[in-house]
Nanobody
Framework: HVQLVESGGGSVQAGGSLKLSCVIS????????MGWFRQAPGKQREGVAV????????YYADSVKGRFTFSHEDAKNTLYLQMNNLKPEDTAMYFC????????????????????WGQGTQVTVS
């Protein structure tokens, strides 16, 4: 079965950096959409960065553009999220997720469309 395991979260001061990792197992090939989401206390889960592997196109939430960089290493079945210039509002539980089907562009960053989820890793920025 499909498993996603995140790591790399922690506590940093504003302006600092963190790099999250997510290892995906149980897939024979790359899922068409995979990426990162986050959920802050009292808020809805939101998309952060997602890749459509069919075109190697990456989508970012406006709030993280220019600060976060998504990458993936196929040989290791691993996703990464490099987060720079972190802000207190980036504090959240970060999840990686994947979905086996095709998504319309408007729904690429929508958490409700994703089927497989990791357990999350906490990022705290003070």
């Amino acid at each position: 079965h499909v498993q996603l395991v995140e790591s790399g979260g922690g506590s940093v001061q504003a302006g600092g950096s963190l790099k999250l990792s997510c290892v995906i197992s149980g897939y024979n090939a790359n899922p068409p959409y995979m990426g990162w989401f986050r959920q802050a206390p009292g808020k809805q889960r939101e998309g952060v960065a997602v890749i459509y592997t069919g075109e190697q196109r990456t989508y970012y939430a406006d709030s993280v553009k220019g600060r976060f960089t998504f990458s993936h290493e196929d040989a290791k079945n691993t996703l990464y999220l490099q987060m720079n210039n972190l802000k207190p509002e980036d504090t959240a539980m970060y999840f990686c997720a994947a979905v086996p089907g095709w998504l319309a562009r408007d729904y690429v960053l929508s958490p409700n469309e994703y089927k497989f989820w990791g357990q999350g890793t906490q990022v705290t920025v003070s």
